[in-house]
């Protein structure tokens, strides 16, 4: 964002910096079956911290990062149990402590854009773009795309049921993101081999 006041953009840059670094720092302990589990079936994050009853268990150290060990772990698990844990346990570490810094930011862009003579954050961002009908575009195209992304969505539904059955992949409503082989569900090869190899 070009601002023309030092103090926004030093907070913003402060803000975007410290976002950045409790995401790529922030690590999970690995996945353990035997941890106590809370009754609609989710893992109980906090006893991997809890001091435990024998002498010869150490409450878990967290050592797994995102890159590379979680990526290449929501790769290759087959274990939905163990994507489910890593998906909620990695935005339980690096979600939840960025929540109040976002909020944060999200108001001194918004500050900064209203400075600059721009309604929010979000009309300065779309300003880039140097086009007027720049959302009439957009819906445009989303028309002419939705057809085959509902097909790739029942493709890649249908298969996830053929591995993990319906228990695990709901026959209706969204598509458990935890499945589909990226913490980000940017790696389509990842979610495209999750799909071919049923």
């Not at 990062?65 to 929501?74: A, D, G, R, T």
């Not at 996830?160 to 458990?176: A, F, S, T």
Request: aromatic share 12%; with cysteine.
């Amino acid at each position: 964002m070009m601002i023309k006041l030092p103090f926004y953009s030093a907070q913003l840059t402060e803000l975007l910096q410290d976002m950045k670094t409790t995401y790529s720092t922030a690590k999970i302990c690995r996945y353990d079956s035997r941890k106590r589990r809370y009754s609609n079936g989710d893992y109980d994050y906090y006893s991997d911290f809890e001091p435990t009853d024998s002498e010869n268990e150490i409450p878990c150290i967290p050592n797994l990062s995102l890159e590379p060990e979680l990526n290449n772990l929501m790769a290759s698990s087959r274990d939905p149990a163990e994507l489910r844990y890593v998906w909620r346990a990695w935005r339980e570490v690096s979600g939840k402590p960025l929540r109040q810094k976002y909020l944060r930011f999200v108001e001194l862009a918004n500050e900064a854009a209203k400075l600059n003579g721009f309604n929010d954050a979000g009309e300065y961002w779309r300003s880039e773009y140097e086009v007027d009908n720049f959302s009439e575009q957009l819906e445009v195209l989303w028309e002419r795309l939705q057809p085959l992304y509902q097909q790739l969505h029942a493709y890649v539904r249908a298969r996830l049921v053929q591995r993990y059955g319906e228990e695990v992949v709901p026959k209706n409503g969204p598509i458990p993101a935890h499945l589909l082989g990226n913490s980000r569900l940017s790696d389509y090869l990842s979610m495209t081999i999750k799909c071919l190899l049923v």
